[in-house]
């Protein structure tokens, strides 16, 4: 407790004595003083509003906070702080509320900087949650601000606090028009002019505090009060991509939409918030920063590691003498060894920071997803010519260098001289230069799902390799616990991971007579995966389409006919039925190739409990080879009709 002591701590302990212990002052506001408190018969922590004592005197005031309160003690939602109590005790008005340890999002900010776009996004998503729920009982909070947003420790869960100006729509006389309550640079232009407002108002709140979050700045500041309000009801607001570069389109889009002056232009409820958000692809494939160190750490050595090792590889066996090189040997094992103990070390940080093999198998996995999408965006039209003839070159430098490699050693003739050695080392140097300039130009089309696999080292930890060698890095390592959804999985990377626990724990011989399970799980994973990819931009396509202004759509193309306007109508509203119609299918499939893979790990645990049969997964198996094939056929149907429509004749590009 602080050596100075508010008057108002003592005398409101002393009002509470024996029911609730004060601990300290949490903060002060506009409409009251916070406590932390122990409520005594239930031994918890909890926090005390306290209207202030000069504010409980005026009968308005005092009514208003209580009415408030107590309509905010109804809301019972996992993003909203519960208040258990609203009490006058003598001249005393408060609200006891749940304790949340932890800081509010002005704090977090205001210490560390902007949020990452994961941590904004899921941020704007529950407090989005919270205001929905709130506004279908009639409540608009009117002060959403960043200090009223708290974010739980441990969980990060956000948690809206506050309602103490918010207002029952239903309800005449709460607040007059013209009356401006709120904080100005938050506050919505309707509110601003003092007008009626809606759950809208708060979106909007929502949205400058999503733009702070993201980018460390508001949209709009100004010396003075009234120049604020002035530039919320007239002046647009920027870009969040002006503002904060490297935020994901769908994640600015959604917050620019907030910041809409018109009320019918922002989203018309927070679930319509919250699910505009969730559809950003960013966001569910991007990992903890731990993950993504753990990925790339020591990358930048493996080209020299191949090097050193290929001249160690060369100068093993001795030309003359026909015999091998222990030395080159020895050198070969120590570079190999040096690099696996380096993997090994950053593997125990991975274990310290609470992360575990699953965590790490899918960050393998969800790499692999990126790059699958990079290859297919670099082979947008085809490989280009001097790809395709690097490979050719490729391939015959390394055939050139397998053939002189086996001449050297079947032979003993072809080690006299130097002329085998020259052909075998100038064919290994092209071939593998080659292979790395192949890398940045590919020579070939890839298949935009599932022919992109994971490097050598990547299916090693995928393996029982990967097993072995977690096992081994956790000796001695204690690792703490990480919070729900500290790393996300998407639902089929999730029952996929399930699965292959599963299999991994039955006897050798069932997993020797279920041998192709896992590779069929990988495969109908990564089949989800492109149909959710597909289902997401469909989602995108049409909510572009629906968001778009017909009629400025006609006045930018100097239609003013009616017949002109109706045929334009006509035109979009089969393209949303369209879309619409192909999004309800891709969802339909993936619901399908989710439920299969969800077939697999129920067979699965039936099978380690007893209770299943191996014919029984084996059948399930059968069907979702079946399934499999079809989803591949539909993909692919998919990618041959984009290629027509970015290239119809063959040639150019279609335009538009």
Not at 499 to 525: C, I, Q
Request: net charge positive; glycine share 10%.
């Amino acid at each position: 407790m602080p050596d100075a002591v508010a008057p108002e701590f003592i005398a409101l302990q002393q009002a509470l004595i024996g029911r609730y212990s004060l601990d300290r002052e949490l903060g002060r506001g506009g409409m009251g003083i916070v406590f932390l408190a122990r409520d005594v018969a239930l031994d918890r922590s909890v926090a005390i509003k306290l209207l202030p004592p000069a504010m409980a005197a005026q009968p308005a005031l005092r009514e208003r906070f209580l009415r408030e309160a107590q309509t905010a003690a109804k809301l019972s939602h996992p993003n909203i702080i519960p208040i258990f109590a609203v009490e006058t005790v003598d001249d005393f008005v408060f609200f006891v509320m749940a304790y949340v340890e932890g800081e509010t999002l002005g704090q977090r900010i205001r210490a560390k900087g902007p949020l990452s776009p994961r941590d904004g996004t899921k941020l704007i998503q529950e407090v989005a949650w919270a205001l929905a729920y709130a506004h279908l009982r009639g409540i608009v909070h009117r002060d959403i601000k960043p200090d009223n947003i708290l974010l739980e420790q441990g969980s990060g869960r956000a948690l809206v606090s506050d309602f103490g100006i918010a207002r029952v729509t239903e309800t005449s006389g709460s607040t007059a028009v013209g009356e401006v309550l709120g904080t100005a640079q938050y506050m919505s232009p309707e509110q601003a002019c003092g007008e009626p407002v809606d759950g809208r108002s708060d979106l909007y709140s929502l949205g400058v505090v999503g733009f702070f979050a993201l980018s460390g700045k508001l949209p709009f500041d100004a010396p003075d009060i009234p120049a604020l309000l002035a530039m919320q009801i007239t002046k647009p607001a920027p870009p969040l991509g002006s503002a904060a570069p490297g935020i994901p389109k769908r994640i600015a889009q959604a917050v620019d939409r907030c910041l809409a002056k018109d009320p019918a232009a922002r989203f018309p409820t927070g679930e319509a918030l919250a699910e505009a958000v969730a559809q950003s692809t960013e966001l569910s494939r991007e990992l903890p920063a731990p993950l993504r160190v753990w990925l790339t750490k020591g990358r930048g050595a493996k080209p020299a590691l191949y090097g050193w090792s290929a001249l160690m590889a060369l100068t093993a066996w001795r030309w003359v003498e026909g015999g091998l090189n222990a030395g080159s040997i020895v050198g070969l094992g120590l570079s190999w060894g040096a690099y696996l103990l380096y993997r090994l070390h950053q593997t125990q940080r991975i274990l310290a920071a609470g992360y575990g093999l699953e965590d790490l198998r899918l960050a393998v996995r969800q790499h692999t997803e990126r790059r699958r999408e990079e290859i297919a965006f670099e082979q947008t039209g085809g490989p280009s010519l001097f790809g395709r003839l690097l490979r050719g070159a490729t391939l015959v430098a390394f055939g050139t260098a397998i053939a002189s490699g086996l001449a050297v050693i079947l032979f003993p003739a072809a080690r006299e001289g130097t002329g085998w050695f020259t052909v075998f080392l100038s064919s290994y140097v092209i071939s593998g230069t080659g292979v790395l300039l192949g890398r940045a130009i590919p020579g070939r089309i890839l298949k935009a799902s599932g022919e992109t696999k994971p490097d050598l080292g990547s299916r090693l930890w995928l393996g029982r390799v990967g097993k072995w060698l977690f096992k081994v890095a956790g000796v001695g390592v204690k690792r703490p616990a990480l919070p729900a959804g500290a790393t996300h999985r998407p639902t089929e990377l999730a029952i996929g991971l399930a699965a292959d626990a599963l299999f991994e724990s039955l006897p050798k011989e069932t997993r020797k007579e279920l041998k192709d399970l896992p590779a069929l799980v990988r495969r109908l994973e990564a089949d989800a995966q492109a149909t959710r990819a597909r289902v997401e931009e469909l989602a995108a396509m049409l909510e572009d389409v629906s968001a778009e202004d017909p009629a400025a759509k006609s006045a930018s193309l100097k239609i003013t006919g009616a017949p002109a306007g109706a045929v334009i109508a006509g035109g979009r509203q089969k393209l949303r039925d369209d879309l619409a119609a192909q999004r309800d299918v891709a969802q339909k499939r993936l619901g399908v190739s989710v439920a299969a893979l969800e077939n697999i790990r129920l067979d699965l645990l039936r099978l380690k409990a007893g209770v299943g049969t191996v014919d029984q997964l084996s059948a399930d198996l059968s069907a979702a080879r079946e399934l499999e094939a079809e989803i591949e056929l539909a993909i692919q149907g998919q990618e041959e009709v984009a290629k027509l429509l970015r290239n119809p004749r063959g040639g150019e590009p279609a335009a538009g």
